[in-house]
T-cell receptor, first 114, second 109 residues
Framework: DAGITQSPRHKVTETGTPVTLRCHQTENHRYMYWYRQDPGHGLRLIHYSYGVKDTDKGEVSDGYSVSRSKTEDFLLTLESATSSQTSVYFC?????????????FGEGSRLTVL | GIQVEQSPPDLILQEGANSTLRCNFSDSVNNLQWFHQNPWGQLINLFYIPSGTKQNGRLSATTVATERYSLLYISSSQTTDSGVYFCAVKTGANSKLTFGKGITLSVRP
């Protein structure tokens, strides 16, 4: 499996505070993704990146922003966390976006917003 | 967008039993993956299988792209097989993977 690490793995924060989750991959994969997982909703795409400084929105992007300044790092930022953003966040990466490109996941980051 | 349906939603097995998990999708796909989410929350790649058949130990998978379904077979199930199994697909030039809602498998000793 690809070397994908997420930090922090667990975080508790208060409503209104900014939060940044970091994803780091060592596989030189071009594509990176942020998903959130919630009971009853499965895995939903927040944002993805198809290269350095190239990002796009997923299906649940409101309240989130991302940045990718280096191939290996993809940051997810909650500018002002809300309780509805309590979730488990997964980062993933892939060698390709379309025809091929097996997706590999990080270990997940559990965020609790009080 | 593409719809991904997995069945059955829940499955309870006795250790040693065999099972078949199904994934139906509503459009042609060029990428299909099966994942296992273990009880600790890790998402583990099982198969990358846009078409054809693959085997890995007690697990095998078949995708019939023309009929828009994929099957995951688990033979001689073990308690460590418990967890949630997800099917995910990509279609066309879309670089985003769409997930099914998952199948929760419980294997009892």
């Amino acid at each position: 499996d690809a070397g994908i690490t997420q930090s922090p793995r667990h975080k508790v924060t208060e409503t209104g505070t900014p939060v940044t989750l970091r994803c780091h991959q060592t596989e030189n994969h071009r594509y990176m993704y942020w998903y959130r997982q919630d009971p009853g909703h499965g895995l939903r795409l927040i944002h993805y990146s198809y290269g350095v400084k190239d990002t796009d929105k997923g299906e649940v992007s409101d309240g989130y922003s991302v940045s990718r300044s280096k191939t290996e790092d993809f940051l997810l930022t909650l500018e002002s966390a809300t309780s509805s953003q309590t979730s488990v966040y997964f980062c993933a990466s892939a060698t390709s976006g379309s025809l091929t490109g097996e997706l590999f996941f990080g270990e997940g980051s559990r965020l609790t917003v009080l | 967008g593409i719809q991904v349906e997995q069945s059955p939603p829940d499955l309870i097995l006795q250790e040693g039993a065999n099972s078949t998990l199904r994934c139906n999708f509503s459009d042609s796909v060029n990428n299909l993956q099966w994942f296992h989410q273990n009880p600790w929350g890790q998402l583990i790649n099982l198969f990358y299988i846009p078409s054809g058949t693959k085997q890995n130990g007690r697990l095998s998978a078949t995708t019939v792209a023309t009929e828009r379904y994929s099957l995951l077979y688990i033979s001689s199930s073990q308690t460590t097989d418990s967890g949630v199994y997800f099917c995910a697909v990509k279609t066309g030039a879309n670089s985003k993977l769409t997930f099914g809602k998952g199948i929760t498998l419980s294997v009892r000793p």
